[in-house]
């Protein structure tokens, strides 16, 4: 007997429904890989952000993309009907209410201020870099902004974008450990470093990133909605991140986790299921780390690389065997759970236990201060007089930081405040601190940030910045609270009183809203003791969740679904909030020439931005091509170098490279102008007092040189060492060393600063 025939019909069909699922699915994850892809592109291309070659291409690019996409976004906003509310389900008009705008506004005034610092910056080419590196940030905050309000229901592509981004960020740098020969080395240059530092080569910038993650894997793993397999995969995730952040012996990034989760669990009212991704991910992780921490050759710099070789291979397996044991621990729980539900008692026996762990640490380690030699207020006492001592032992560079007290960056805010406190009103310039505090230095230490945004931002712009920094942050503060409502759990919209008494839902969109809230707070709370705001790959993914939540607006339903409006759509996983405008193509008409000529203005905008973020570059390109001439082609050397300063005319180092040519080429009175007209322009950066010192010597005027070169030692102790040329000059030696062995004496406690 053969076979029954299969009806055509189902064949027809089977086929087209596999496609369209795909299809679907491919459309739904997207807009996630989109994001994901943008942040690792920033990430990978501009590193740390403090080589200008890398940075410049990033921050043009994020100029023009952002600009681009706000005049879209202004183009083809949906216009809406005058008489229409959000209940009903169309999207705002163009013209009503921006939310986040003012936020916006007030990043870009800081821009704004960074630009205008060039008029009194002791180093005003680095506060021109400054300004387009925030303009650049303006850019891509006020997109976000738009964004939210154009496709609310993206939020999930945002918060999934950065975690998956974090994921490979760390996977990354845990590769660099695993395999040292391969990447490691390439990243670092040829050294074999401990810490792990790539792709950003700052260890506390990839300690961030993972707890940035971290912060995401509550919301993978602890939503309602969502495939099951993908909050699965927040359990080996968690691992993943803390094991990242732990072999970074980062302790502020994992400070800022502590307290971002801390928020995450005060905020969000899932916190068992959070707490189990946390706990269980963290078991996992505390396995990989203690391994790694017992091991010599991964715990030292410059171990020789075949024994780091082994050591890292033997790391990748255990890793791997942890990430294969989380995910079926995850998959488990997924099964479990996800048919059944916990009892009320069940739940409040769980949430006591979980309320309970911190109590008991704090009681345990109170416990233990008070047994110690110094007692319990004797130990509160000197970890707070270590953390401020600028002169504190710095902690070695190795795991056992994570529980050392002392810090360097006393030292570096101590600094910055001295500053702060000579320059009160607009302080010295954007990124004018590394220059100005070569005179405030009390050890001989090379540092370009003060390790810390606002001590930072008071020695940089003074009171007239942190008032601008306070009112952002109080504009933000007010567009994330419309949103979210972080701490009222039962307000309900003026709009249905008539269904008083009903609770306010946490719905998946607002439990997103507030895991962004939680993802900005982490950030800033790590930029608070650290300069992680200049790297734009956690830079730019903070601010995408920060302004994807200014932008948001109040949430357009609150209620569950069957307490809302019967006029109100529903959207994905039947969350009410999660609704989409309702695009349609516009004509010329609809759009109107107040609209397009908004749209137009701010593409001119970024193009002059973009453009003027590159001459920077262009005048170190127009250098090194003056100087690689000097010597075969003057003519063409002394063009490059008039190219150079034309391009970039607040650059000392292309006024000295301009000199330097102009003195090859035997015109001395035009070089001699040149370098006077550098100290002019930069009479506070001791380069420029250093170079005119150096040429009186050369061309044999002593008196001269002692002048510009004692103030090069003033600016700076050690940038004059003893040299044939000015070893039979004993007032200038007898300077240098006066000043030396201040320093010294300071760093040992015996002296004061250097003024």
């Known amino acids: 007997m053969s076979a029954p025939a299969i009806p055509a019909t189902e064949t027809a069909t089977e086929a087209p429904q596999w496609v369209a699922r795909v299809a679907r699915l491919t459309l739904v994850a997207l807009p996630t890989l989109l994001v994901a892809g943008v942040l690792c592109l920033i990430t990978f291309l501009a590193g740390g952000g403090l080589n200008l070659s890398t940075r410049t291409p990033v921050e043009i690019a994020l100029t023009l993309a952002c600009g681009i996409g706000i005049a879209a976004a202004i183009l ?17 008009r163009f013209g009503q209410r921006l939310y986040g705008a003012w936020a916006a506004a007030l990043l870009l005034a800081l821009a704004a201020l960074s630009a205008l610092s060039v008029i009194w910056s002791v180093q005003p080419d680095a506060s021109w870099q400054d300004a387009g590196r925030l303009f650049a940030y303006s850019a891509v905050f006020a997109l976000a902004v738009l964004l939210a309000r ?7 592509a945002v918060l999934g974008g950065v975690l998956l981004a974090a994921v490979i960020v760390c996977g990354y740098a845990l590769l660099t450990k695993i395999f040292p020969n391969a990447i490691g080395v390439a990243q670092n240059n040829g050294h074999v470093y401990a810490r792990l530092q790539a792709p950003y080569g700052y260890w506390n910038a990839i300690g961030l990133a993972a707890a940035i993650g971290a912060i995401g894997c509550m919301w993978l793993g602890a939503r309602r909605a969502g495939h099951a397999v993908l909050s699965a995969l927040a359990y080996p995730t968690m691992g993943l991140m803390l094991v990242t952040l732990l072999l970074a012996y980062s302790r502020g990034a994992l400070a800022a986790l502590v307290l971002g989760l801390a928020l995450w669990l005060c905020l969000v009212p899932l916190r068992l299921r959070g707490a189990a991704v946390l706990c269980i991910g963290a078991l996992g992780a505390l396995v990989v780390v203690a391994w790694d921490f017992s091991q010599h050759a991964l715990t030292t710099d410059d171990i020789p690389l075949a024994e780091r070789l082994s050591a890292g291979h033997q790391l990748g397996v255990l890793l791997a065997a942890m990430l294969v044991a989380l995910t079926l621990v995850g998959l488990a729980i997924g099964f479990v759970f ?22 008991i640490a704090v009681i345990a380690l109170a416990g233990l201060l008070t047994v110690s030699h110094r007692g319990l207020f004797g130990s509160i006492s000197h970890t707070v007089s270590t953390l401020t001592n600028p002169n504190a032992p710095v902690p070695a560079n190795g795991p056992g930081r994570l529980t050392a007290i002392g810090s360097v960056r006393a030292r570096y805010w101590n600094e910055a405040l001295e500053i702060f406190t000579d320059h009160p009103l607009l302080g010295v310039g954007a990124e004018g601190y590394e220059t100005a505090r070569l005179r405030y230095r009390t050890a001989i230490l090379n540092v370009g940030q003060a390790h810390g945004f606002i001590v930072q931002t008071l020695a940089d712009l003074g009171l007239v910045g942190l008032l601008v920094v306070l009112a952002l942050l109080g504009a933000w503060m007010c567009a994330a609270g419309r949103a979210t409502h972080p701490f009222n759990r039962r307000w309900q919209r003026w709009r249905w009183q008539a269904l008083a008494g009903r609770k306010r839902l946490y719905s998946a969109e607002r439990v997103g809203l507030l895991t962004l809230v939680c993802v900005v707070a982490t950030f800033g709370i790590h930029s608070f003791v650290d300069w992680t705001w200049y790297v734009p790959g956690v830079a730019c993914a903070a601010l995408l969740c920060a302004g994807w939540v200014a932008g948001r607006g109040p949430l357009s339903s609150i209620l569950a679904v069957a307490g809302a409006p019967a006029g109100l759509d529903q959207g994905r996983d039947g969350d009410p909030t999660s609704h989409t405008p309702r695009w349609r193509s516009l004509t010329l008409g609809e759009i109107g020439p107040l609209r397009a000529g908004i749209a137009a203005a701010i593409v001119v905008c970024a193009l002059l931005a973009a453009w003027v973020e590159w001459q920077p570059q262009r005048s170190v390109d127009a250098s090194n091509e003056a100087l690689a001439l000097v010597g075969r082609n003057p003519t063409a050397a002394l063009a490059a170098a008039h190219t150079a300063v034309s391009r970039d005319p607040l650059s000392a180092e292309a006024l000295l490279t301009l000199a330097a040519v102009q003195e090859g080429a035997g015109q001395s009175a035009a070089a001699a102008a040149t370098y ?8 506070s950066n001791f380069h420029t007092w250093q170079a005119l010192g150096e040429y009186d010597l050369r061309v044999g005027q002593p008196q001269a040189a002692l002048q510009a070169l004692r103030a090069t030692v003033y600016l700076n102790p050690e940038a004059v060492a003893p040299r044939a040329e000015i070893t039979d000059n004993a007032e200038l030696l007898s300077i240098q060393n006066a000043y030396l062995q201040a320093l010294r004496d300071t760093a040992s406690g015996g002296g004061t600063a250097v003024h």
């Open 150 to 156: 154009a496709a609310p229901a993206q939020w999930s």
């Open 76 to 92: 083809l906003a949906p216009p809406g009907r005058s008489r229409e509310t959000l209940a009903s389900g169309e999207h705002p």
């Open 338 to 359: 996800g048919r059944r539900t916990l009892s009320p008692q069940t739940r409040r026996r769980a949430g006591t236990m979980l309320l309970a762990l911190p109590v």
């Open 676 to 683: 006077e007209h550098a100290v002019h322009l930069q009479p």
